[in-house]
């Protein structure tokens, strides 16, 4: 079993993964297994969470490292890269800067390939933590949530997996970003279809006191074609305490991290600020996931 997008993911799948984290214990349920962990991009929560999850399970793993250091440098595709570690490994988590390249990597192996981020795609893993910090700090179902994501809805992968998840469930999305940086077609498309009430705004005032949950996120730098494009809109989009007056009182912030200037510092002492216990999900998350798929 793969994991490599939210959308092929049931509603039930996803709950059974929710479930399972809620409730998962360290054990030595994968005594004797290794992971790979291949990053082909920077990581710090993902790589981490991956490797603690799988050590908390009694297993090991072994990590490519960087790019630099390894014979993806000397230009070995990452075809044969996946090839060869299937035979150090028993699954394999991949992040890589192109869009498809876990699901390529999946049909060039037998072990379960889980994306860990595929350029602008998806982020399957980190929508599970994200879904799980919400049930966890929200008494409502997750369908009759009112969810802002704010940001770069265009590059962000997190947005994609997270708005494909809600559809699932049946939340109302208000997506808020400056135009050059809405949702790409793909998942209004897939909305559209799943009969989802979504609204696109251009800032976030006016909605923020009808909001159960802000996703804020941070401008994809790396991903823009022209630097300028960035400098545009760099810095609009920062959650202040000011942006927060008018929230409900349970409003709950989250940002996938890192954060650059989009949640100013001292809104994280505020009863919002959910985004480092989200960060610490990523363990739980991930051990259910591993747990499952290994
Ligand atoms: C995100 C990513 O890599 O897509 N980080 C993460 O895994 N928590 C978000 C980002 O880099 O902005």
Redesign the pocket.
Known sequence: MDIINTKEMSKDDIVAVLDRAAEIEPSDALDGDVLALLFF??????RMSFDTAMKRLGGDTVDMGSVESSSVKKGETLADTVRVVEGYADAIVL?HPREGAARLAAEFVDVPVIN??DGAGH?PT?TLLDLYTVRDNVAAALGDLHVGIMG?LKY???VHSLAFALAKFGARITFVSPPSLRVPENVRTELGRAGIEFKEVDGVDDVIDTLDVLYA??I?KERFPDEKEYEKVAGEYRVTPETLETARDDLVLMH????VDEIAPDVDETRHAKYFEQ?HN?VPVRMAVLDMVM
């Open positions: 991009e920077p990581s710090t929560r993902t992040r860990a981020g982020h980190q770069d962000g992968r997190t996120t941070r994809q996938p991290l890192p954060r960060a990523g």
